[in-house]
């Protein structure tokens, strides 16, 4: 089963796949990835790092994203000040 059609079966319709020479690159929507937070902690962790690192070191449209996305879902935010200090 690809990567696509096992997102697809778990309901993330939004969600496809792109192949750039031997990598595999997945698109996922924020609203995917926000349901998939809720009920893993494992992907919660990795999500609030990612953004932890953006508002850190990213551009400032990235810091932005970031930033807004955090103040929205409230559970990124004590994960997040934990991996900036």
């Known amino acids: 089963m690809s990567v696509r059609e096992y ?6 319709s939004s969600t496809y796949t ?17 349901k ?6 494992t992907i919660r962790k990795a999500i609030a790092l990612y953004l932890a690192d953006k508002v850190k070191n990213g551009t400032p449209r990235q810091r932005e994203i970031a930033e807004k996305i955090i103040r929205r879902y409230p559970f990124f935010y004590l994960k997040v000040v934990i991996a900036i200090h």
């Open 7 to 12: 997102l697809q079966t778990r309901r993330f």
């Open 18 to 34: 792109v192949t750039f020479n031997a990598l595999w690159i997945v698109y996922i929507a924020t609203a995917d990835l926000i």
């Open 36 to 41: 998939l937070a809720e009920r893993d902690e």
